[in-house]
């Protein structure tokens, strides 16, 4: 079905849905393939997503990313295309189908989202988890939008009701990982292969696993990546 969603997280983002994932329940959803419920096995409690949602002007960059995604799971995998920018306050992604067209649109503007989707069927979640996956991969970090390194080696600080570890290596993030004191079974952990640049050099491949629930697992790969992460330019988005 095609529908649209607009919301103003505003802070903290709590849920009514359970998130299977967030890329991944999208080529779940029906963009490439059908997939498992988001609820737990099981259970009936909603899993409540961690972390802040920030409006897009808060990270001092801008990029433009095109990348092949893989959601890999126990009852097989689904690959589907989609390109990423932002620029200023604004962040656009666009999820194209197996043809070329185009399966969703999400933006975020400030604090506001919206969502329009050509998929046959309903997201099992709000696209505020997409953008928080979005967030924690590209732009989110210890040293992420300073322009500067950290030293070789692991750091971790906490961030906003999460610890986030970062292992560094030659002026390259290699993997950062996210835990919850107070949601033990919650992780995420992401790795850039060949390191994600300080100077905005892409990884050849990104391999995301990740704990969104009891007793689920899920890995996204992203590969084929292309593009340029910069320092803020005048430039206007170009996906509308």
Do not use: N
């Amino acid at each position: 079905m095609s529908g649209r969603h607009s919301t103003r997280p505003g802070g903290s983002l709590t849920s009514r849905w359970a998130g299977l994932s967030a890329l991944a329940s999208l080529a779940l959803a029906g963009l490439v393939g059908c997939g498992p419920s988001a609820r737990p096995e099981g259970g009936t409690t909603p899993v409540r997503p961690v972390g802040t949602l920030h409006a897009p002007a808060d990270y001092g960059l801008e990029l433009t990313i095109d990348q092949e995604v893989t959601a890999e799971h126990l009852g097989g995998s689904e690959s589907f295309r989609a390109v990423l920018e932002k620029r200023g306050d604004r962040l656009v992604m666009v999820g194209l189908g197996p043809h070329g067209g185009r399966a969703f649109v999400l933006t975020q503007e400030g604090l506001e989202v919206r969502f329009e989707s050509q998929m046959p069927r309903e997201l099992p979640f709000p696209p505020e988890f997409m953008l928080m996956d979005i967030h924690r991969t590209w732009l989110r970090g210890l040293a992420h939008g300073r322009g500067t390194p950290l030293t070789d080696g692991r750091h971790e600080a906490a961030l906003e009701g999460e610890v986030v570890s970062e292992l560094w290596a030659g002026g390259r993030l290699l993997e950062r990982r996210y835990t919850s004191e107070g949601t033990p079974w919650w992780s995420v952990l992401i790795r850039y292969e060949g390191g994600l640049g300080a100077d905005g050099t892409l990884p050849t491949r990104v391999v995301i696993d990740s704990s969104p629930a009891p007793e689920q697992r899920y890995r996204l790969v992203l590969s084929s990546l292309s593009g340029s992460i910069s320092e803020p330019s005048i430039s206007e988005p170009s996906l509308d």
